[in-house]
């Protein structure tokens, strides 16, 4: 999904979609389209990067907690 798509859908109970979509220069059919779409191999790999990272993030924070340290 676009970074235009992921603000509209973040946004989307605050403003409504063809107002974002208007100010974001894409159409309301895309974002919807987009919507029903499967995420594209390259999304989720980035995704499960992403996930792994926050998971090690959080393990080091509790760790240099415990020992005292600032790792």
Do not use: W
Not at 25 to 30: A, F, I, K, L, R
Not at 39 to 56: F, H, K, L, T, W
């Amino acid at each position: 999904m676009t970074t235009k798509y992921a603000v509209i859908a973040a946004h989307r109970v605050e403003y409504a979609v063809t107002l974002m979509c208007g100010a974001l220069g894409v159409s309301p059919s895309g974002f919807h389209a987009a919507q029903r779409r499967p995420p594209s191999p390259r999304a989720a790999a980035d995704e499960a990067v992403r996930v792994a990272c926050i998971g090690n993030f959080g393990r080091r924070a509790r760790a240099s907690r415990r020992s005292g340290s600032h790792a």
